[in-house]
C-alpha cells in the first residue's frame, strides 16, 4: 500500500475478514465511562474480582496504551437459525446462551483480529502502538463501540446495531494511529422499557444498570460454588447465560444470521432437554465443552447448573445431585 493507511482502508479489510460492522471512536475520556466506579461501589460486580482490579486500567484506554489515540471497534453477528428461549413451549429444554453454542468467539475472533492487525502493521508506512482485545482486556468495550457507532447501548445494557441488533460479539483494537473517527450510535430505546420488565429476577434496576448479583448469566457462568437458595427458583431452565432481554429487544425481531460454521449449535447443546443432557457422561460434556466458550463454568459448573434447572423444573430431581462447591477451582481471570 502507498500513503497513509486510513480509515476505510481499515474498515474495508475488516469486512474481508469477516467482521460484520467496523467504527472509530476516539481514544478519549467519554461520559459513560465514570459509571464503572459508581457501578462497582454498588456492588453490582458481585464476585467478579478482575473487574475491580483493573478498575484504573478500565478507566480509559490510555491506561492500557499511553499512546492511544483511538480504538477501532468491530461486530461480529453470532445468532443462528434457532427459536427463542421464550418462544419454547417445552419448559423442560435446557436453556443455554446463544453465544455460547459454537465456537470460543476468543479464539475465533482473536485470529481474525490478530490479522486485521498484522496487515496494519503490513500497511502502514509508519510503526504504530496497538493492542487487540475481544472479551479479554481491561476495556469497557460497549463505550468505545457506542462512539465508533457500532450501536448504542441499550436499557438491557448491550449495544445493539440498528441492523445487525444486539446479538453481536465486540472486539477492538486500541492503536496510537491518528484515524478518522465515527460519529456516536444515537440511544433508539424511546420509551420501551421491555428488557427491563422480561428480566425474571428483576437484575436490571434501571435503564441501562445491571446488577449481576441477580443476572442468571452471571449466576450461571461466573458465581463459584453452590448456587444461592435464594437465586436457584429465578433460574428455571438456564444452565449457561441467559438472553431473555435480548430476545424480547424489538430491534432482535428480525435480527439477521451468521452462517459462518463457527457460530452454528454443537449438537450435544443444540435443543437438548434437561434429562438428555444431565445423562450425558463426564467424557461426552468434556469433549462438547473443549474449543467452547462454555469451558469458563467447567464440568462442575455446568452439572451444578443442571442439577438447580432440573429440581426448578421438576424432572428427574431425584436422580441428580447437586456437585457443591468445595471442588470448583477459581474461574480463569480476564482482562489482566
Ligand atoms: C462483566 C461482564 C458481564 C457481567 C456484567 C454485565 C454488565 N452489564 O455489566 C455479566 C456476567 C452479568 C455479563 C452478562 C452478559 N454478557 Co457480558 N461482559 C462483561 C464484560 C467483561 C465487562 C462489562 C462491564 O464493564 N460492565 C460494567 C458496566 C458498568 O458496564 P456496562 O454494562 O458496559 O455499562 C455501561 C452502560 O450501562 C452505560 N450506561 C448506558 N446508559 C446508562 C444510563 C445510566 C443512567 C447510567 C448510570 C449508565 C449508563 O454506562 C456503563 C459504562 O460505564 C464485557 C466485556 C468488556 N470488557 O467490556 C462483556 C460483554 C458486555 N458481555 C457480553 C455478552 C454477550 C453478555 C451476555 C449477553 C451473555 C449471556 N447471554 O449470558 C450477558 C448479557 C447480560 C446483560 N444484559 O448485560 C458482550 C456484549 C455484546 C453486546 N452486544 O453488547 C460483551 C461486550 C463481551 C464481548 N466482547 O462481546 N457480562
Ligand atoms: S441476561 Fe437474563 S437475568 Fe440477566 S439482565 Fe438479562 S434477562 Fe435479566
Known amino acids: 500500500m502507498v500513503g497513509e493507511l486510513t480509515a476505510s482502508d481499515i474498515k474495508a479489510r475488516a469486512r474481508e475478514l469477516g467482521f460484520d460492522a467496523c467504527g472509530i471512536a476516539p481514544a478519549a475520556n467519554h461520559p459513560e465511562l465514570s459509571f464503572y466506579r459508581e457501578w462497582l461501589d454498588r ?62 468467539y476468543h479464539d475465533v475472533i482473536g485470529a481474525r483480529l490478530d490479522e486485521l492487525l498484522r496487515w496494519m502493521r503490513a500497511s502502514s508506512p509508519e510503526p504504530f502502538d496497538a493492542r487487540g482485545y475481544v472479551d479479554t482486556g481491561p476495556i469497557q468495550e460497549r463505550v468505545y463501540a457506542q462512539h465508533a457507532g457500532i450501536g448504542w447501548i441499550g436499557k438491557n445494557t448491550c449495544v445493539i446495531n440498528p ?54 448469566s452471571y ?50 447443546w443444540d435443543r437438548v432437554d434437561l434429562l438428555t443432557l444431565s445423562r450425558r457422561s463426564d ?26 434447572a432440573m429440581a426448578n423444573v421438576a424432572v428427574g430431581s431425584d436422580t441428580v445431585s447437586d456437585p457443591g462447591s468445595d471442588t470448583v477451582s477459581d474461574p480463569p481471570d480476564t482482562g489482566d
Not at 473487574?51 to 480509559?60: G, Q
Not at 428488557?195 to 428483576?202: G, S
Not at 447465560?241 to 452454528?264: F, H, K, L, M, Y
Not at 462442575?300 to 447448573?305: E, I, P, S, V, Y
Open 283 to 308: 467424557e461426552e460434556l468434556s469433549s462438547a465443552l473443549t474449543g467452547s466458550p462454555m469451558r469458563r463454568t467447567k464440568l462442575q459448573g455446568l452439572r451444578r447448573n443442571i442439577a438447580v
Open 43 to 104: 456492588g453490582y460486580a458481585g464476585d467478579m474480582a478482575y473487574l475491580h482490579r483493573t478498575a484504573d486500567r478500565r478507566a480509559d484506554v490510555r491506561q492500557v496504551v499511553p499512546s492511544a489515540r483511538t480504538v477501532i471497534c468491530t461486530a461480529t453477528v453470532y445468532n443462528t437459525d434457532r427459536p427463542y428461549s421464550i418462544e419454547s413451549a417445552d419448559g423442560r429444554r435446557a436453556e443455554i446462551a446463544r453465544y455460547a453454542w459454537g465456537d470460543d
Open 219 to 268: 449466576l450461571t457462568i461466573e458465581l463459584r460454588g453452590d448456587m444461592p437458595a435464594e437465586h436457584r427458583a429465578g433460574i428455571g431452565a438456564h444452565v449457561y447465560g441467559c438472553d431473555i432481554c435480548q430476545e424480547v429487544c424489538p430491534w432482535n425481531a428480525v435480527a439477521p444470521r451468521s452462517t459462518d460454521p463457527a457460530w452454528q449449535p454443537r449438537t450435544a
Open 163 to 216: 441492523q445487525l441488533g444486539s446479538w453481536i460479539f465486540l472486539a477492538e483494537i486500541i492503536c496510537s494511529l491518528s484515524l478518522e473517527v465515527d460519529a456516536p450510535a444515537l440511544d433508539q430505546c424511546g420509551t420501551c422499557r421491555l428488557c427491563l420488565e422480561a428480566c425474571p429476577t428483576n437484575a436490571l434496576v434501571s435503564p441501562g444498570v445491571l446488577d449481576s448479583t441477580r443476572c442468571i
